[in-house]
């Protein structure tokens, strides 16, 4: 919503193929509403490369609603959306990530339904990669990618509202899948995902991902990530 702030911090712990080892990722970030059709997102990039935490980058993303169809239970939306990130960890993985791996571009378009207790989303997005500051992206990997996603959620709890200081739960399941345009090599995951949402303000995901096939080199495919995030509204007019 318009002057809506969100604060969140994502937390990735997913598994090193190389030695079974953690490799974590924690990733804060602010979303602003300019208006009801315009919003702004930054986020930061840190990990715990080398064994130590390490401020790896940043990124901007910003999204604009260009249409809604919005009835009682139930909506249609459709944004065009883009991130420039920035980035200066190691390149070692074929699999382009914006979000805390690789400097690049990225632009997308994304559909959401709603249907009573059911939602359903679908994106599709091109990724260009770029260098890494001073890690130069490897030429024999492919910097332009197309990714793909389709998710659906089911408001399982409560039953019958009566309040907004109810919790919410929500059960969702997505496939995430990436295509690279220079080789072909392509990658399918699933995530299944257990969502709180608490007074309609905090929302807690806890997400599992997993690799069901790729023909790519990716040295952390599978993993849990786990996200908080609590909504401050009317934030320009507060005193």
Do not use: C
Not at 75 to 86: E, Q
Not at 180 to 186: F, I, K
Not at 189 to 217: E, G, N
């Amino acid at each position: 919503p318009k002057n809506a702030m969100v604060v969140r911090g994502m937390n990735s712990l997913f598994q090193r193929s190389a030695d079974n080892s953690i490799s974590y990722h924690f990733m804060p970030e602010v979303m602003f509403g300019i208006n009801k059709n315009f919003m702004l997102i930054t986020n930061g990039f840190i990990s715990n490369e080398n064994n130590r935490l390490n401020f790896e980058g940043a990124s901007v993303l910003g999204q604009y609603r260009f249409y809604s169809n919005d009835e009682a239970k139930r909506h249609f939306r459709m944004a065009v959306w883009s991130r420039i990130a920035v980035n200066n960890s190691d390149i070692h993985q074929e699999e382009i990530e914006l979000n805390g791996h690789n400097s690049g571009i990225r632009l997308g378009l994304t559909g959401t339904q709603l249907l009573s207790k059911t939602a359903l989303s679908s994106t599709v997005s091109y990724q260009k990669a770029l260098n890494n500051f001073s890690n130069e992206f490897p030429q024999n990997y492919s910097s332009d990618a197309v990714d793909y996603t389709f998710s659906i959620g089911q408001l399982v709890l409560p039953k019958q509202y009566k309040n907004f200081k109810q919790t919410n739960v929500n059960l969702m399941l997505e496939i995430l899948g990436q295509t690279h345009l220079e080789n072909g090599e392509s990658f399918l995951d699933v995530a299944p995902v257990l969502q709180f949402i608490i007074k309609s303000k905090a929302r807690l995901d806890i997400t599992y991902r997993r690799q069901l096939f790729s023909t790519m080199y990716r040295t952390q495919a599978n993993g849990i990530i786990i996200n908080f995030q609590y909504s401050i509204f009317n934030v320009v007019n507060q005193k």
